[in-house]
């Protein structure tokens, strides 16, 4: 915004000019500011009534959804908790400390999942109602799922940014030819997959060391970030049949574990685009003169790099977490009950004989957005930043 | 492989007879390059390029199921050309019996156009890689001109195809016209703009579904808010559900409200980018505003919106939740998304034709979105860094 207040030239102006003519620079003529405030409210009520409804609705009970239309509570309609007690008053596990028992479980559960082959620990069943079950495992798969792919993505694309690779053409190929020959022989010969996969690798890395030096044609750095970052364009329904296939093949359908891993790749092209764009964009000579006085490459990306990218991370961060928090198709096919998220929380409500049960799916809905929201307004900011930065230089 | 400094090679550091012992941390800092990059490629070859060839598997193969988990049996292209030529043809392409003078008269002008475009790049020499990518896009425009002119404009019924196309072609223009015209009123010098700001970066956040049943009860003709407008204008027993017309631009507005605000953010950034020097120094001139935009700020804020479109677009290709929701793909098929359809034939258990249609939006999508990508985004892109 300018705060220049020097005037035009003239200063006797007609009634036509006062109206469509800026009175100064930076400022705007009378009929232009009731045009853009009449598009930003109009705007703005179409956004915000959607919302509106959704919360009123919440509030309603069967009688007055179906009745037909009721706008304001208290006024047209007596609100309710119908929706509300539907969810969180189903049995004795819906207590408020359900949430923080449940994430305490679940930590059990990983501990006994990893020190198995050790000591016999039984996995614990849980205890709580479905409404706060579904909320914990949004947010924790949210938050672990997001914490995987900004550290695991940054990486990449700091080392993408600093580090020249030169892969070779012909190796690749090779592991791609490999990977069918494993596929086609586990499909249609009957091999198992486990034979397959460690026969297949050994045998790359035994041809790649011996013919490797034969390979002419390499790839560079340009290259492998427009292969991570054209993974985008996958459409989910390609791959979530052998993703399905594959944690099936392990036993690990219906595991935190699972939607963590394919959450973290869903978004992993994301992260590595937008975070490559900070990170070439900083002076390489502070990271020179660290590296003279002998910092290893993980000190300089820890110590001096990260924090040097602090807001762009943060904007990452937010995106990827909102992308976690709302994804429904791999949740669909990868949980059936114990690793069910907040969408399928929503959905089911449409699933029953009596029809969609509104006022207990918007109470779902709204308990789902407000956290959001919340982030939404307090960190909108960052993300038009992050997301342009990548979007201008990328 | 990597460019770290390696103090153990330096002669002449340690005394003779002392041999030196590399630690564990000299030895992953001198392999650091392979660490940093290893787990994201390793997640994406499991996760994204393993699953895309065994898709390969699948849609060449007629799955059944057995005691024994699925049985595979190797039937060749036959899902694919089932999704061309036979039965399932209407549901693909649309129905495709007779074309009139209209649909002739564009196709041929899209033809036309396309081979002249291809002589134009032939006679300035171009590399014969940037000519295979010429020549697969000019396949993609006319089969695409074709098809339009088969269905569209002979008022034929539409396939999955077109009706993706339509989200995406439509969709993406009605977001951007719009998400660009909020961003620069916000961008002017207006009270109150951080406010709306915040209020119109909020449909992001929700979920799709949300989004898809919000619009579901709002749009409802008998019990929506709106019950007494459509009561006003006649329309009581009309239900847009089963217009397909109506239904498809209406899952076009649920996308929308969802998805300007993504363009709105970004153009809003681009837009606060301008020089303000160059915008006050043509006002003082006495430029109209409408000037001052088309010469000014449009082409500083190109190379951001030529990116957004291509980022929205990526994503528009995968639209499967609200139609889904709002019409489960009806009337018909009329809504029907290329993702709900191989969705839909999952639900049904045919495999082979499921990962067959993901396949092939797969590869619409890869030769719109480069296409796109290499005559647009690059363009500008290259004409804003020269």
Not at chain 2, 19 to 27: D, K
Request: glycine content about 6%; proline content about 4%; overall charge positive.
């Amino acid at each position: 915004m300018s705060d220049a207040t020097y005037k035009l030239e003239k200063t006797n102006r007609t009634l036509m000019e006062r109206l469509f003519e800026p009175p100064a620079i930076g400022k705007m003529s009378p009929v232009a500011n009731v045009v853009a405030y009449s598009i930003l409210v109009f705007w703005s009520a179409f956004v915000l009534f959607p919302l509106y409804w959704v919360v009123i609705t919440a509030f309603k009970d069967s009688k007055v959804v179906n009745e037909g239309p009721y706008y304001l509570p208290f006024v047209d309609f007596q609100p309710t908790l119908d929706g509300w007690r539907a969810q969180f008053a189903t049995d004795q596990f819906c207590d408020p400390y359900a949430i923080g028992r449940q994430v305490l479980l679940l930590a059990y559960n990983s501990v006994a999942f990893v020190l198995s082959p050790l000591v016999n620990l039984q996995p614990m069943e849980p205890q709580i109602c479905k409404v706060y079950l579904a909320f914990t495992n949004s947010i924790v798969i949210s938050v672990v799922s997001t914490t995987l792919c900004i550290v695991i993505g940054s990486m990449a694309a700091y080392a993408l940014a600093r580090i020249q690779y030169k892969p070779k053409f012909g190796n690749i190929f090779m592991f791609v030819l490999l990977t069918l020959l494993a596929i086609v022989a586990t499909t249609y010969a009957g091999v198992h997959w486990f034979a397959a996969a460690t026969v297949g690798l050994a045998l790359f890395f035994l041809l790649a060391r011996a013919f490797g030096k034969h390979f002419r044609a390499r790839l560079g750095n340009g290259d492998i970030l427009f292969w991570i970052i054209s993974q985008r364009i996958l459409p989910p329904v390609v791959v979530v049949i052998p993703v399905y296939m594959m944690f099936q093949a392990v036993g690990m359908i219906d595991t935190h574990f699972a939607l963590i891993l394919v959450y973290a790749v869903a978004n992993l092209p994301i992260v590595v685009w937008l975070m490559h764009d900070f990170f070439a964009n900083l002076p390489i000579e502070l990271e020179e003169s660290a590296q003279l006085d002998g910092a290893t490459r993980l000190g300089i990306f820890w110590d001096i790099v990260l924090p040097l990218t602090r807001p762009g991370l943060a904007a990452v961060t937010l995106l990827t977490l909102i992308l976690n928090w709302n994804e429904y198709i791999f949740a669909v096919f990868l949980s059936t009950s114990k690793a069910q998220t907040m969408p399928i929380m929503v959905a089911a409500k449409n699933a029953g004989e009596r029809g969609i049960l509104w006022w207990e799916m918007c109470a779902v809905i709204v308990v789902m957005i407000i956290p959001v929201i919340i982030m939404a307004i307090l960190l909108q900011r960052f993300i038009a930043k992050g997301v342009l930065l990548g979007a201008v230089k990328g | 492989m990597t460019n770290a400094n390696n103090t153990t090679d330096q002669p002449g550091l340690f005394p003779a007879g002392l041999s030196y012992r590399e630690t564990w941390g000299e030895w992953f800092d001198r392999h650091s390059g392979t660490f940093f990059i290893a787990p994201a490629v390793t997640l994406i070859l499991i996760f994204a390029i393993f699953p895309t060839f065994y898709s390969i598997v699948f849609a060449l193969s007629r799955v059944k199921f057995s005691a024994d988990g699925l049985k595979f049996r190797f039937v060749w292209f036959q899902n694919f050309q089932k999704q061309f030529l036979t039965n399932e043809q209407i549901h693909f392409l649309g129905r495709l019996e007779g074309m009139n003078a209209i649909g002739w008269i564009f196709s041929l002008a899209v033809i036309a156009a396309v081979v002249w475009w291809l002589y134009r790049s032939v006679r300035s020499g171009a590399s014969w890689i940037g000519m295979t990518g010429r020549l697969i896009s000019a396949a993609m425009a006319i089969g695409l001109a074709l098809l339009l002119g088969a269905t569209l404009l002979y008022g034929n019924q539409w396939g999955t195809l077109m009706t993706t196309l339509f989200y995406v072609v439509v969709g993406c223009s009605i977001q951007f016209v719009i998400g660009t015209g909020l961003a620069f009123l916000c961008s002017q010098p207006i009270a109150g703009k951080s406010f709306f700001r915040v209020i119109f970066f909020i449909p992001l956040m929700i979920t799709p579904l949300g989004v898809g049943y919000a619009f579901k009860m709002i749009l409802d003709i008998t019990k929506g808010p709106f019950q007494p407008f459509w009561e006003f204008i006649g329309l009581r027993d009309w239900a847009w559900s089963t217009d397909a017309w109506a239904a498809r631009w209406f899952i076009v507005v649920g996308d929308s409200w969802q998805w300007i605000p993504f363009i709105f953010i970004v153009m809003l950034a681009a837009l606060e980018n301008v020089s303000k020097d160059q915008v006050e120094a043509a006002q003082v001139d006495g430029a109209s505003s409408v000037q001052i935009f088309r010469d000014i700020i449009w082409p500083q804020i190109v190379p951001v919106a030529a990116t957004v479109i291509l980022i929205r677009m990526i994503e528009a290709f995968k639209i499967v939740d609200l139609p889904n929701i709002m019409t489960s793909g009806g009337p018909g098929i009329a809504t029907e998304s290329m993702s709900l359809h191989s969705f839909f034939l999952w639900r049904a258990n045919d495999y082979g034709s499921s990962a067959a249609v993901a396949y092939l939006l797969l590869i619409v999508t890869v030769i719109l979105c480069s296409s796109f990508f290499n005559y647009v985004v690059l363009k500008q892109l290259r004409k804003a860094h020269a």
